[in-house]
Structures are given as C-alpha cells and as structure tokens.
C-alpha cells in the first residue's frame, strides 16, 4: 500500500513539473515572441526618425545633407548643380565648403535666398511711396501716415524703426497728395510682417491678430484683400480676396510654413486684370481676372486681444514691370528697386534674389553681354560714407552673380553714392528713387 501511495505521489508530481514546464515554455516563447515584436517595431521607428530626418535635411539645408556614405543628396561633387535644377535656378548651387561650417542663421538664409530665386515675382520699376522709417521718433504716430481708425506708433525691434498697430482694429494708409487715388494699372506693394513666438517659442493663436492689406476704388468699394494670419503654432493661412467685374468675391488660401520670432516678407503684383500674392517669396493666389478699379490701400490690424503685437516695415509701393530686356535695350542699362539690403550695411536680402535670378537669366541667355553693376544712395548721413557703402553694395551684387555661374570678366563693379541722384532727395519719394542698383551695358 505504501509502494503504491509513493507510486502514485511520484506520478503526480511528474504531472505537475510537466504542465509547469509547459507552462513556463510557453511564457518563455510570448517573451520571445514579444521581443522579437519589438525589436521590429523599435528598428522600424528607428529607420522612420532617420527617414523624417533625412527629409527635413534635405529641406532645410539640401546643400549640405549627406547619406551614411558620404555622399550628397543630389549634388554629386562639389560646386555642381542639382540634375533636376532647371536653367536659371543657379542659385542653388553652392559648395560643401562653404555650408560645413555655416551657422543655422546662415543656413537659414542661404535656404530664403533659393526660395526667392525661384519666385516669379517683379517688382515695380517706379516707387510711388516707400517708407523705412528714417528718422522717425519713438511712441509718435508715423509721419507718413494717415490714421483712419484705432491707433498705430513708432516702436523698435532690433534696433529697427517699425510701426506697430495698436490692439482692437487700427487701420493706417499712406499719407499720399491724393489719399484715395494714386495706384496705377500695374503695381506692386511689398511690406515686412513680424511673426511673434509667444508660449515655448511657437505662436499663441488666441494671442495672435491679423495683418490686412485691404485695396479699395476711390467710392471706398473693397477690391483686394490679403490676410495674414496663423492657422496652428507653426504655419500660417495667407488668404487673398478679390471682387471680381460680376461683384462675387473670388477667395484663395494657402498654408505656408513661417519661422517665429522673424520677419517674413508680403507682396502683391497686381497687372491690371491679374493678381498675385506672395509670402516669402511663396505665390498663395493668382487670380488671372481681377475686376479692377483699385485706387488706393490701407494696412489694418484685427485684434480682440490685448497683448497681441503687429509690427510693419520697409513699406513700398512701385510702378510697372518693364521686362529687363526690354529696359536695356531701351536705356542702354537696368535700373532696379527690387535688390534691397540692410540698412546700413552691404547685406543683400534674400527677397532680393528674385530680381537677382533674372538679371542671371538675361546674361546666360545673352553671353555676349557685359555690366557694370553700379549702386546709387540718397544723400542721408554723410557723403563720404555713402560712397563706401555704394562700393561695398555694388560689389556684393557683382559677387552674387559671380557665385550664381556668372563669369567674372563680363562684370565690373563700381558705387557711385549720392553724386548721380535721378530725383530730389528733399523729398521722401526723391530720396527712395535715388537708393537702386543700375546694370550698365558695356
């Protein structure tokens, strides 16, 4: 009996380390299992974060991305152009050299300046108004402004005249002889906008307001409308509007990626019956049939919070766009407003670069063609300063170009400061005539 009752407790304890072993082999293959699953998973989103930012390389900074192989993205070689380039986009051609060991904020312009390059847009060759804000005193109303309803004033942001409009709907216009009838057929308007971060370094929707650009007939009948404003923390939603000759409003909009705390660069191009809008460089509408009408424009910021901020700047409005082959031929030389700098300084800005490219486009497609690039001043400051600033402005045009595949022996460089004005610099309209950049044919 006992042999048996020891037989029998040996046999289930046999049982019992079976079924354990089963089980724990069966943990054992789910851990596996398990792991194996997320050792998948983890290299899968490892190669989805190297592909993201590969990706965001490639946009930010496409000239200097590398693969794991040292290779370029699309540059094979160094100084060569990108095979899906197309003719005239030299402006994206620039060497590793020279990227490697750039800051971000030379990157970041670098990557501006490739967007402008390829902007159709033209401006004006004949300014009507331009406003730098030169002079103006701090906490005073802009001089010249006129003041339709709320409040705007002198401020500064880096050291820079700006105009800032008050919260809770200001609405400003130019101070012009005819206040509401001065805009011809063909024009172009161009202004800076400062985007503000407000929470973390990203923007703040229900701080944020609204810049307009409102175009109006001289009855006060609302032609042109583009707004600015933020559609989430990291991109904006420029709209534009036009009334067309049926009276319906004809709308367009388009999300656009903005960097925060910078300024980003407006303009309209409005050819009589045709209407385009660009921010930074980057067409969100064109409207092939506009009714026409416009006589003049007001600048309004819509807010309803009390620490919302708009600053304006570097206002200008022009006449025309004369095609540059055309001028040359006509003048036996170009003059342009479109190649602008910073102030005081031989900085060319990246919304230049649209004006730049074309200047390129005319010279490769005319190879016997030679200039002198030339820069003019008014005769703010002193004399001898603006000579050497024309010096120094004319020759980083000519560099420019030199860098953009131009060769150098087809240019010349020469500033000519405030000794050859084309207006009277006593007034605000003579002076913004007199600061361009000419192309002299040689």
Same mark, same amino acid.
């Given at each position: 009996?006992?042999?048996?009752?020891?037989?029998?407790?040996?046999?289930?304890?046999?049982?019992?380390?079976?079924?354990?072993?089963?089980?724990?082999?069966?943990?054992?293959?789910?851990?596996?299992?398990?792991?194996?699953?997320?050792? !998948?998973?983890?290299? &899968?989103?490892?190669?989805?974060?190297?592909?993201?930012?590969?990706?965001?390389?490639?946009?930010?900074?496409?000239?200097?991305?590398?693969?794991?192989?040292?290779?370029?993205?699309?540059?094979? +070689?160094?100084?060569?152009?990108?095979?899906?380039?197309?003719?005239?986009?030299?402006?994206?051609?620039?060497?590793?050299?020279?990227?490697?060991?750039?800051?971000?904020? %030379?990157? /970041?312009?670098?990557?501006?300046?490739?967007?402008?390059?390829?902007?159709?847009?033209?401006? /004006?060759?004949?300014?009507?108004?331009?406003?730098?804000?030169?002079?103006?005193?701090?906490?005073?109303?802009?001089? %010249?402004?006129?003041?339709?309803?709320?409040?705007?004033?002198?401020?500064?942001?880096?050291?820079?005249?700006?105009?800032?409009?008050?919260?809770?709907?200001?609405?400003?216009?130019?101070f012009m002889k005819d206040l509401k009838n001065y805009l011809p057929e063909v024009y172009t308007i161009e202004y800076d906008i400062?985007?503000?971060?407000?929470?973390?370094?990203?923007?703040?929707?229900?701080?944020?307001?609204?810049?307009?650009?409102?175009?109006?007939?001289?009855?006060?009948?609302?032609?042109?409308?583009?707004?600015?404003?933020?559609?989430?923390?990291t991109k904006f939603k420029p709209h534009a509007g036009i009334r067309k000759n049926d009276g319906e409003w004809a709308r367009s909009?388009?999300?656009?990626?903005?960097?925060?705390?910078?300024?980003?660069?407006?303009?309209?191009?409005?050819?009589?019956?045709?209407?385009?809008?660009?921010?930074?460089?980057? *067409?969100?509408?064109?409207?092939?049939?506009? +009714?026409?009408?416009?006589?003049?424009?007001?600048?309004?910021?819509?807010?309803? %919070?009390?620490?919302?901020?708009?600053?304006?700047?570097?206002?200008?409005? &022009?006449?025309? &766009?004369?095609?540059?082959?055309? *001028?040359?031929?006509?003048?036996?030389?170009?003059i342009t407003y479109g190649i602008t700098f910073d102030v005081g300084k031989s900085t060319i800005k990246p919304e230049s670069m649209?004006?730049?490219?074309?200047?390129?486009?005319?010279?490769?497609?005319?190879?016997?063609?030679?200039?002198? @690039?030339?820069?003019? !001043?008014?005769?703010?400051?002193?004399?001898?300063?603006?000579?050497?600033?024309?010096?120094?402005?004319?020759?980083?045009?000519?560099?420019?170009? @030199?860098?953009? /595949?131009?060769?150098?022996?087809?240019?010349?460089?020469?500033?000519?400061? %405030?000794?050859?004005?084309?207006?009277?610099?006593?007034?605000?309209?003579?002076?913004?005539?007199? *600061?361009?950049?000419?192309?002299?044919?040689?």
């Amino acid at each position: 009996m006992t042999k048996v009752r020891f037989l029998f407790a040996t046999l289930t304890l046999l049982l019992l380390c079976s079924a354990m072993q089963a089980q724990f082999g069966k943990r054992l293959g789910k851990a596996v299992e398990d792991a194996a699953k997320n050792a !998948t998973i983890r290299k &899968a989103e490892q190669k989805t974060d190297e592909a993201v930012s590969k990706s965001i390389d490639k946009v930010t900074d496409p000239g200097t991305y590398k693969d794991k192989d040292g290779g370029k993205n699309s540059n094979e +070689g160094k100084g060569k152009k990108s095979k899906d380039v197309p003719a005239g986009e030299a402006a994206e051609e620039y060497d590793e050299d020279e990227t490697a060991s750039a800051t971000p904020q %030379q990157k /970041g312009v670098k990557a501006a300046e490739m967007a402008y390059a390829k902007s159709d847009f033209v401006p /004006g060759d004949e300014i009507i108004f331009e406003d730098l804000l030169t002079g103006e005193q701090l906490g005073e109303f802009p001089s %010249q402004w006129d003041l339709v309803t709320g409040n705007a004033e002198i401020s500064k942001a880096n050291g820079e005249n700006v105009i800032v409009l008050l919260p809770r709907d200001s609405k400003i216009r130019p101070f012009m002889k005819d206040l509401k009838n001065y805009l011809p057929e063909v024009y172009t308007i161009e202004y800076d906008i400062y985007i503000f971060p407000y929470k973390d370094g990203n923007l703040r929707r229900d701080w944020w307001g609204e810049y307009h650009l409102d175009i109006y007939d001289q009855n006060g009948s609302h032609k042109i409308g583009i707004e600015i404003q933020p559609s989430d923390w990291t991109k904006f939603k420029p709209h534009a509007g036009i009334r067309k000759n049926d009276g319906e409003w004809a709308r367009s909009e388009y999300e656009i990626p903005v960097p925060v705390n910078a300024w980003a660069h407006v303009a309209l191009s409005v050819n009589k019956r045709a209407v385009k809008a660009y921010l930074n460089g980057i *067409r969100f509408c064109n409207f092939p049939n506009y +009714g026409g009408g416009g006589t003049y424009m007001e600048f309004y910021g819509g807010s309803q %919070q009390e620490k919302s901020e708009l600053y304006i700047r570097n206002i200008r409005i &022009a006449k025309g &766009a004369v095609p540059l082959y055309d *001028r040359m031929m006509t003048d036996g030389k170009i003059i342009t407003y479109g190649i602008t700098f910073d102030v005081g300084k031989s900085t060319i800005k990246p919304e230049s670069m649209g004006e730049i490219n074309r200047i390129v486009k005319l010279m490769q497609d005319n190879p016997d063609l030679k200039f002198s @690039v030339e820069g003019h !001043t008014d005769n703010t400051g002193n004399a001898t300063s603006n000579q050497t600033l024309s010096e120094a402005r004319s020759k980083a045009v000519a560099d420019k170009l @030199v860098e953009m /595949g131009i060769n150098k022996d087809r240019l010349q460089s020469a500033g000519k400061g %405030q000794t050859s004005p084309l207006a009277d610099n006593a007034t605000d309209e003579g002076r913004a005539k007199n *600061r361009r950049v000419e192309f002299v044919k040689i």
